[in-house]
């Protein structure tokens, strides 16, 4: 079984510009999570899909951070414009339930801010 | 409030066991769960625990369970190298996945 995919693997912007980034949960999975991992600390949620619903969003700093999930499947996180306090690993999960059990981390994507 | 505790940092030597702690708020969470992180990599689920049960055992993995202290432990035995990373624990509040700040496990030879 393929394991949730992420993309790009790092990435170094300078702050002001806009930076995207992609997700590929595992097949079947209706549950998405993007979470956002300083260094040093625990992964911090940001937004959680159901299909292609938002669950929760209460943690997305809504006037610079946006994520959709198309047609249930992919999903896709951006931030524009980038702050030098953004630079963390963005982690995507999936999981089968919604209450979280078994949620599988893709590799994540290093964002450095300068 | 969302707030799931831990010490930061443990160190044992190779074949010691290790015992890493942690505290969490919501006393209505239905599964505590702990995670593994080594570097430049996601979080691998290791094992987890529902709030009925007081213990549970999985290999070399043993959790424990005190919902009365919202208190949780993961004791590995016979630590080998291969553990070192950072463990996190987490709950489910309110349908989120809420973790912990980590704790890194560091297994000297």
């Known amino acids: 079984e393929a394991g949730v995919a992420q993309s790009p693997r790092y990435k170094i912007i300078e702050k002001r510009q806009s930076v995207a980034f992609w997700c590929n949960p595992i097949?079947?999975?209706?549950?998405l999570y993007w979470y956002q991992q300083i260094l040093g600390q625990g992964p911090k949620l940001l937004i959680q899909?159901?299909?292609?619903?938002?669950?929760?969003d209460s943690q997305l700093p809504k006037d610079r951070f946006s994520a959709e999930r198309l047609k249930g499947v992919d999903s896709t996180l951006k931030i524009q414009p980038a702050k030098l306090e953004d630079s963390a690993v963005y982690l995507c999960?999936?999981?089968?339930?919604?209450?979280?059990?078994?949620?599988?981390f893709g590799q994540g994507t290093r964002l450095t801010v300068v | 409030g969302e707030d799931v505790e831990q010490s930061l940092f443990l160190s044992v030597r190779e074949g010691d066991s290790s015992v890493i702690n942690c505290t969490y708020t919501?006393?209505?969470?239905?599964?505590l769960y702990w995670y593994k992180q080594e570097p430049g990599a996601g979080l691998q689920l290791l094992t987890y625990?529902?709030?009925?049960?007081d213990m549970k055992q999985d290999q070399r993995l043993t959790v424990l369970l005190n919902k009365k202290d919202k208190h949780l432990s993961l004791r590995i035995a016979d630590t080998q190298t291969g553990d070192s990373a950072i463990y996190f624990c987490?709950?489910?509040?309110?349908?989120?996945?809420?973790f912990g700040q980590g704790t890194t496990l560091q297994v000297k030879p």
């Open positions: 999960a999936s999981s089968p339930e919604a209450t979280g059990y078994e949620a599988f």
């Open positions: 987490a709950e489910i509040e309110t349908g989120k996945l809420i």
């Open positions: 919501d006393s209505s969470s239905t599964y």
């Open positions: 625990i529902f709030s009925n049960m």
């Open positions: 097949s079947g999975h209706a549950t």
């Open positions: 899909f159901q299909n292609n619903g938002v669950v929760d």
